[in-house]
């Protein structure tokens, strides 16, 4: 789309784990993408930090819309990035001057009184003619963004998420203050988890458990629970690295939440549990070959536990490894966007 025009990569997270994903991309786009850091993604503590969180997602695509004759390719690693320079393009009717890609979004359906507003914003953010490609993590969300917004389907990508690999920096790391190693259980994450019923199948068990959550707040008074609101980014990682296996309790089945979580797991040699059925154990677990999926009933779910305490399901840890790097790195996102923008 023209000469001495930059592509860039918008992200809202650390540099450094943005560059397995860059490095890999430049290996195979002869003039090679720039990447840009826009941080939004603050521990979300309260009303203030989610305001200027949502501040960001608008102000930040709004200053490349100004500039945006300077830009040939455009990826929203932070989805909505993308989207809302694609809104902007719509709702001002501009020329069409960029490829635009928007990467790891996965669509929930919102209800209530906005329901109606949201859905006309989103169908501007997903204008087939500003916006070329969307990345989702299955075909079940390609199917639904295509039914719900008539975006074409065959410019849907549809490939697993990528995290950066951090196997070397923490798998033999210092076990966090207060617990030992492979002395407890880990549930992190805050988005469209079942805190509720992994607390309710805990009881009677005797080993601990840690939920880590900036959102969830529950006291409980069971004393092999303990629930954390403090830890946040690298922080979290030490706890995955020492933590004897990893729970993913999900609320909602048709959503793909928690990926980040189960593939760093994954990555750090550690059995992931995840509850289903769901599309996030569909996605990316081979029950009892690279993790274990359990369904919500709490006399399963406790003799899994007492399974994976007794040794059943060591074998894991490495097939979890080797499935992480063959199927769910981020050289391996990089690779598929850079087939696709070799075909423009």
């Known amino acids: 789309m023209g ?17 397995p994903f860059i490095n890999e991309i430049n290996k195979s786009k002869q003039d090679g993408f720039i990447l840009k850091i826009h941080r939004a993604d603050w521990q979300r503590i309260n009303k203030w930090s989610e305001t200027r969180r949502y501040f960001k997602y608008f102000a930040v695509p709004f200053e490349y819309f100004f ?9 929203g690693w932070q989805q909505f990035y993308a989207l809302i320079y694609c809104f902007y393009c719509s709702l001002f009717h501009v020329r069409k001057q960029n490829t ?75 076990c966090p203050e207060g617990v030992k190693a492979d002395g407890y259980f880990l ?28 959102i969830y707040k529950r006291k409980t008074a069971h004393n092999n629970i303990t629930i954390r609101n403090d830890i946040s980014g690298e922080a979290q990682y030490p706890w995955i690295a020492n933590c004897r296996g990893v729970i993913i309790p999900i609320a909602d089945s048709t959503i793909c939440s928690g990926d980040t979580v ?52 060591d074998h894991i840890t490495e097939n979890a490894r080797e499935s992480f790097l063959r199927n ?8 598929v966007l850079a087939d696709t923008l070799a075909e423009e």
């Open 262 to 313: 189960l593939l760093h797991a994954m990555s750090l040699k550690k059995i992931v549990v995840v509850t289903a059925p769901s599309t996030l154990a569909e996605m990316y677990v081979k029950d009892k070959k690279n993790g274990l999926a359990v369904t919500k009933d709490i006399r399963e779910f406790r003799i899994m536990i007492q399974e994976i305490l007794k040794g059943k399901y």
């Open 328 to 335: 769910f790195s981020r050289e391996n996102m990089a690779r």
């Open 3 to 19: 000469k001495n025009r930059l592509n860039i990569v918008i992200a809202d997270g650390p540099a450094e784990e943005m560059e």
């Open 187 to 214: 549930a992190i994450g805050r988005s469209n988890r079942d805190y509720d019923f992994l607390i309710r199948a805990w009881h009677e068990m005797d080993f601990p458990l840690i939920i880590i959550s900036d």
């Open 67 to 75: 500039r945006r004759k300077k830009y040939s390719v455009i990826v």
């Open 100 to 174: 635009v890609v928007a990467w790891n979004y996965t669509y929930k359906k919102k209800k209530g009184k906005f329901e109606k507003i949201y859905q006309w914003f989103m169908a501007k953010c997903m204008d087939p003619e500003y916006l070329d490609y969307i990345h989702v993590p299955s075909k079940e969300n390609a199917e639904l963004v295509s039914r719900e917004f008539s975006f074409p389907r065959d410019r849907i990508i549809v490939t697993p998420f990528g995290v950066k690999d951090e196997y070397e920096k923490y798998h033999s790391c210092r």
